[in-house]
Nanobody, 124 residues
Framework: QLQASGGGLVQAGGSLRLSCAASGRTFSSYNMAWFRQPPGKEREFVAA????????YYVDSVKGRFTISRNNAENTVYLQMSIPKPEDAAVYYC???????????????????WGQGTQVTVSS
């Protein structure tokens, strides 16, 4: 089970950190990702992190501004949002994929477990 938190109202140019806590003992067996769904739009991939934390990947629109990280000892994955823009406003979801041939994909179907989403609003 995944529980996302940390959303809220943030000023453009500020910062916000999202957290996703996982239950269970096998968190380190999962590659993790963040997705988001802006109002009126489809859900989209944002970032992913390998099970070990050794590799990360970002969609171009957040590269250099967002940082995904994880703490396997605490069963938590984070998304640090720096210099957010109004277009970053969305419901953010964390997702987990079992270790396999690939460690990330941008498609939702790749991920087995999903958190409930946390709302991020960016004021300009």
């Amino acid at each position: 089970q995944l529980q996302a938190s940390g959303g809220g109202l943030v000023q453009a140019g500020g910062s916000l950190r999202l957290s996703c806590a996982a239950s269970g003992r096998t968190f380190s067996s999962y590659n993790m990702a963040w997705f988001r769904q802006p109002p009126g739009k489809e859900r989209e991939f944002v970032a992913a992190i390998m099970w070990s934390g050794g590799s990360t990947y970002y969609v171009d629109s957040v590269k250099g501004r967002f940082t995904i990280s994880r703490n396997n000892a605490e069963n938590t994955v984070y998304l640090q949002m720096s210099i957010p823009k109004p277009e970053d406003a969305a419901v953010y979801y964390c997702a987990a994929a079992v270790k396999g041939l690939y460690w990330y994909r941008a498609s939702e179907e790749f991920y087995r477990y999903w958190g409930q989403g946390t709302q991020v609003t960016v004021s300009s």
